[in-house]
C-alpha cells in the first residue's frame, strides 16, 4: 500500500467563535457561494475552484459582512405575583 499524505482539511472546519453560531455560518457561506457561482469575483486569492470552499473561507476569515436580520427572540420574565 502507498503511503498517503495527510490531507489538509481546514476548509471543512467550523469556527470555533461561541459569539458565532454555527446555522449562521452555514447560512452565510451557503449565500456567498451562490453569489461565487453567479459570478461574482474571491475576495481571497485562492487555488480552489470550489465556491462552497471559497465562501467558507472568506466567512471564516470574516470578510463577507452580514446583516442579522428578523425578529429577535426575547426572554419573558414571568409577572410579578399580585399576591406577594
Known amino acids: 500500500m502507498a ?3 495527510p490531507r489538509n482539511n481546514a476548509h471543512c472546519t467550523l469556527p470555533d467563535d461561541p459569539e458565532q453560531s454555527t446555522y449562521r455560518f452555514i447560512i452565510v457561506a451557503a449565500k456567498r457561494a451562490r453569489q461565487l457561482q453567479g459570478g461574482a469575483r474571491p475576495v481571497l486569492p485562492t487555488s480552489s475552484k470550489k465556491p462552497t ?16 436580520t428578523g425578529p429577535l427572540v426575547h426572554h419573558h420574565e414571568l409577572p410579578p405575583d399580585p399576591t406577594a
Open 53 to 68: 470552499v471559497i465562501a467558507m473561507e472568506e466567512v471564516r476569515r470574516g470578510l463577507v459582512k452580514y446583516e442579522l
Open 3 to 5: 503511503d498517503k499524505t
